[in-house]
């Protein structure tokens, strides 16, 4: 017993050392990627952006003008909880995508703005590349296949890539760290190792924090998925994995409550307090006929030329990993050992992951989004294609392994021939016959899923042949590289340094990948200085109607009845659907704007700026022919109507007039007096904090064209003639304040009560965890000196 125990010690400590000395490497190299990321975004022009300059951008149509924002109001001292430029007004804080507390958004107080978003989008990449690079190999595999599948081939794949074109950055900023979450987990499964929970806890608050809840809730289910396979399968397991999993993600929550509680807050005013309307959650799942994308990425198009003709965005619907990627899972197959089990198993939890990836094309969509919580608050279950890439990734550095260390059976290679073959062969029949992808254009086209009828006017017969051309050199591209792979390996009995060709063909596919989705904007793309001037010399206090960038007020100077984010209030949602015709109880994000009502006074619209076809930068610039109501108004007309559709109904008669009566939903106290006068004035005007002094004569009600949510609050100053005041809903989106008779001064603040609350929680659960991980790591160390 005593030798066994010696031995289990030395083994012990040999794995730590080895641990040790790959993971400082691994460090090295994460930290020259990191510095070698910022010289290159330091060299790049200043008003560069890597991504591209489509109307479709998230970055130049959201991030930044969001990250402006934020970086401003830090500068200026000022929290930013509210945003008054986009949907007319909502939660910014509570919004998730703006990631206040997310710690590597410091960034942006130290870099000017572009070369910021360049070097978080470089930062996080990285940080993928190593967190995948650092679960590879703590499952014992060779250093090099783990390098080799976490630098060189996770940050490149169909699944990440593509989102830096699309200007996607809180999505990647959430999804860097989850390959952090399955290392830290699996080092508490099967090591028994504390660590692992301390850092999967810590990543998991790092998702939350870091902006795209999707991507949270996606790894979540993920990592549900893996912990009921391995309780299922591994005996081993059974005891530590589901706990493992609830306890971190208990914790997290707790680290991340000052983040996570304004943000369920919002949501409570929100437009997904409630089920996704059905079709709108339905939308972007991944289409069957995508898995072409796993070794033929431009089967459909490209991002740039020529256009991308599939269903949906191809940022979110390409599943490459390499064609020679597939060829090097079966590789990882031939493994004797407990590896091949490994292997298995990922590829049972990627292939569950894909079929939730179908969305609303599987039979699970249905039962999934009407009974588990969550599943009905998102649209896009095309993003499981990210965990289940993981989980691929981690296949091929398996298979880098098996095939630097053991014999591969020559069959391997006879199936990477005969799959080259029949990939070539139909590329050939397509280059030969580019028209014969017809049929299948159709079908894509007939789907209603496609975007390619909005990007372009009218399908010519030469797109028709390009996407043949096009589609037939991506399968014979696909065909060549598995043929050679297929050489390769039949002749890597003969010269073992072949072992090393495979790999470095699948590192050629990636970087040719991305260098083909390479693509730069200019800072200018997201506000041109024309639309900046026009605003500066037409001063007011009014809102835009801005159809190309409707996120990005905060550039412009001027607040937008538009925008694009999930964030914005229901009541705004339905409101607008109301004044467009459209259905008020199937609302979304995604408004339609088809004319501009005399309502929309009531949100202050003056300007509106319509893209002009074919080139949609340029504008036309329309005025409302009804004026902007002014801030603050003094109306002692008031009617109260119970419920949404009661309020539109006097809304939609002719008669009614914003600017002489208001319609409440509950009794104003103290009642208005009719023919009350006076005046009301704004003293100050901060995104989440007006300063209101007002005088009449007798009691009235204060209407603030700003929208209404119950976050904000009144409080009185001292010379005010009421101590208590109470803000309530006015024309079902505005603000109104019953005034008594007299003097008033009131401060009108946005103040969630989450937001103190989540921020107490958040600073005990990160003392606890802090203390805790120094009282583990005292132990570790003190266990190592006694094994000494």
């Known amino acids: 017993m005593q030798a066994w125990h010696v031995t289990n010690v030395f083994h012990h400590r040999a794995l730590m050392i080895f641990h040790q000395r790959t993971g400082r490497i691994a460090a090295l190299v994460a930290a020259t990627l990191t510095v070698a990321s910022l010289v290159l975004v330091l060299v790049l022009p200043s008003d560069t952006l890597l991504s591209s300059s489509s109307i479709d951008n998230d970055m130049v149509s959201q991030f930044v ?70 679960w590879a190999t703590g499952r014992g595999l060779n250093p090099w296949a783990a390098s080799l599948a976490g630098f060189l081939v996770m940050p490149f794949t169909g699944a990440v890539f593509p989102h ?84 971190c993600y208990l914790t997290a929550i707790a680290l991340g409550a000052a983040q996570l509680l304004p943000g369920l807050a919002a949501t409570s005013e929100g437009i997904r307090q409630q089920k996704l309307d059905y079709n709108f959650a339905a939308a972007f799942g991944f289409p069957p006929e995508n898995f072409l994308t796993l070794i033929a990425p431009g089967f459909f198009g490209n991002l740039g030329t020529p256009l991308y003709w599939g269903r949906w965005h191809l940022w979110e619907m390409s599943l490459f990993i390499g064609a020679v990627g597939p060829l090097i899972i079966v590789i990882a197959l031939c493994d004797t050992g407990p590896k091949r089990r490994a292997v298995i198993l990922d590829l049972l939890i990627a292939g569950l992951l894909l079929l939730l990836a179908l969305g609303v094309g599987t039979p699970v969509f249905d039962p999934l989004y009407r009974f588990v919580p969550g599943f009905d608050r998102f649209r896009g279950w095309s993003k499981f294609i990210f965990p289940a890439t ?56 007939m789907s209603g899923e496609s975007f390619l009828l909005i990007q372009t006017d009218s399908i010519q017969p030469d797109f028709i042949y390009q996407a043949g051309v096009h589609a037939g050199l991506s399968l014979g591209l696909a065909g060549l590289i598995l043929i050679a792979a297929g050489m390769i390996l039949i002749f890597l009995g003969k010269h ?66 538009g925008g694009n984010n999930p964030s914005l209030l229901r009541r705004y949602a339905e409101f607008i659907n109301f004044t467009q015709g459209a259905d008020p109880d199937h609302a979304t994000q995604d408004l339609t704007f088809k004319s501009f009502v005399p309502l929309f006074a009531m949100l202050r619209f003056r300007y509106a700026f319509i893209p002009t076809y074919p080139n949609l930068w340029d504008l036309r610039i329309v005025e409302s022919r009804v004026p902007p109501l002014p801030r603050l108004l003094l109306i002692s007309d008031e009617k109260v109507l119970t419920g949404r559709n009661a309020l539109f109904s006097a809304m939609s008669d002719p008669s009614f007039n914003p600017s002489k009566a208001v319609l409440l939903e509950s009794e104003p106290e103290p009642h208005p007096e009719s023919g009350a006068t006076g005046a009301a004035k704004l003293i100050s005007d901060l995104p989440d904090e007006l300063i209101v002094e007002a005088d009449t004569g007798k009691p009235t009600l204060l209407l603030i064209t ?11 100053f001292p010379d005010s003639a009421q101590q208590s005041y109470h803000l309530m809903p006015a024309d079902y989106i505005l603000r109104a304040v019953p005034l008594a008779a007299g003097h008033h001064h009131l401060k009108i603040v946005y103040a969630p009560a989450a937001l103190p609350i989540g921020i107490g929680i958040s600073a005990v659960a990160w003392a606890l965890w802090i203390s805790l991980r120094a009282w583990d790591w005292r132990r570790e160390n003190q266990h190592l000196f006694h094994c000494k």
Not at 67 to 96: I, M, V
Not at 203 to 218: E, K, S, T, W
Request: proline share 6%.
């Open 65 to 134: 003008s969001s990250r402006a924002y934020l970086a401003d109001s830090l500068r200026h001292g000022h929290f930013p909880l509210w945003n008054p430029f986009t949907y007319g007004g909502q939660p910014f804080l509570g919004g998730f995508e703006s990631a206040v507390f997310y710690p590597p958004n410091l960034l942006f107080l130290c870099l000017p703005l572009a070369r910021a978003l360049n070097f978080s989008i470089l930062l996080h990449l990285v940080i993928l590349g190593w967190g995948t690079e650092r």
């Open 164 to 247: 830096i074109y699309a200007g996607h950055l809180s999505n990647l900023c959430t999804m860097a760290w989850a390959p952090w979450v399955f290392l830290g987990l699996e080092t508490w499964i099967w090591r028994g190792n504390r660590r692992g929970l301390f850092l999967a806890s810590a990543a998991i608050c790092l998702q939350i924090l870091a902006g795209h809840v999707q991507y949270l809730f996606y790894t979540a289910v993920a990592v549900g998925i893996q912990s009921l396979v391995l309780t299922a399968l591994e005996p081993a397991a059974r005891r530590r994995a589901i706990p493992a999993v609830a306890g």
């Open 390 to 445: 993981l989980f691929l990734v981690l296949g091929i550095a398996t298979g880098v392994d098996v095939l630097l260390r053991e014999k591969i059976p020559r069959t391997i290679a006879w199936v990477g021939l005969l799959a080259g073959l029949i990939s070539g062969g139909l590329g050939l029949v397509l280059l030969f016959n580019p028209s014969g992808i017809i049929g299948f254009f159709n079908f894509v086209q």
């Open 496 to 561: 073992p340094l072949l072992r090393w060709a495979v790999p470095g063909l699948l590192v050629a596919e990636m970087i040719g990948f991305a260098a083909r989705q390479v693509t730069v904007s200019h800072f200018s793309d997201a506000m041109p200085d024309g639309l900046r001037q026009f605003v500066r010399s037409h001063p007011g206090d009014y809102r835009v109607l801005d159809f190309a960038r409707p996120n990005n007020g905060f550039l412009l100077g001027a607040g937008d009845l």
């Open 706 to 716: 700003d929208l209404y949510d119950h976050n904000w609050h009144v409080k009185a």
